[in-house]
């Protein structure tokens, strides 16, 4: 039979180990609680990096512990928050694409059939390819890859991330060059119906107005453009996006000033 304060020094060695150990669970609301305030402190559309640092840790951690889809896809959407938003040094902000471009080729594998997933690694690896000169299709047959991204996000959830399948394409579409016999299915035309799709099912979102404005401003169609930047400019931005719809906001007054000049 064992003493008493044997026993006693077992309990303080139990305690403390329940203590540290924090499940997979724990850790994701964690990185939630994080990544739902990731917007505190801003300035404009600059995000403060610590706070989307410390749900990226978390979201990490916890993939780690138990990886899942959800998980998967907040891990994704942190790297492309902090690299979009809260860093702006270019060797850091390409440093940040390439370890969310890496951890999303491995994500997609593991869940295939998750537009979510998909969509937040093709825009991560877009970025990282723009950072890089890769969107002419010169090396790794990157635009390619990126319209077959999200071709295929469309296939598996034309309305996931608010039509997000359906505004990418149609932004690269406009953006990407025309290259004689290397990348030759840029169109203004899939441009247009990609992103009238998008405006389709939600015709509120202020991406979804800025960048079909965007596209009508490049086609030289002003007019058309004005009322759908003004709609964005008169928008609060929404409470689990402020960031994202701040940018919106900010570049839909600059363009609208550039067509009024």
């Not at 180990?17 to 994701?28: E, G, R, Y």
């Not at 169109?187 to 202020?206: I, R, T, V, W």
Request: charged share 25%.
């Amino acid at each position: 039979m064992l003493c008493t304060p044997v026993i006693s020094k077992i309990s303080i060695i139990l305690v403390c180990l329940f203590s540290a150990f924090v499940s997979p669970n724990d850790l994701f609301e964690e990185g939630m609680a994080h990544y739902q305030v990731r917007h505190e402190g801003h300035v404009g559309y600059n995000a403060k990096p610590e706070i989307i640092e410390k749900a990226l840790q978390k979201f990490l951690a916890a993939y780690a512990e138990h990886p899942t889809e959800k998980k998967a896809e907040y891990v994704l959407r942190s790297y492309y928050f902090k690299g979009n938003f809260s860093i702006f040094n270019e060797k850091e902000q390409l440093k940040c694409f390439e370890e969310g471009k890496d951890f999303g080729e491995k994500a997609i594998k593991k869940f295939p059939k998750s537009a979510e997933v998909l969509y937040y690694h093709a825009i991560t690896y877009g970025k990282w390819g723009y950072e890089i000169g890769l969107w002419t299709g010169m090396k790794d047959n990157a635009a390619d890859k990126l319209r077959a991204y999200f071709k295929k996000v469309i296939e598996l959830g034309p309305k996931v991330i608010d039509a997000g399948g359906h505004r990418i394409l149609g932004l690269i579409h406009y953006q990407i060059p025309y290259v004689p016999f290397i990348i030759s299915w840029p169109s203004a035309d899939d441009a247009e119906l990609n992103l009238k799709k998008a405006l389709e099912y939600f015709p509120n979102n202020p991406s979804n107005n800025f960048m079909y404005a965007e596209f009508l401003e490049q086609e030289e169609r002003n007019e058309e453009a004005k009322p759908f930047l003004k709609k964005v400019i008169a928008m609060d931005p929404r409470p689990t996006f402020v960031v994202e719809d701040t940018w919106a906001k900010i570049k839909s007054q600059e363009l609208l000033d550039k067509i009024n000049d």
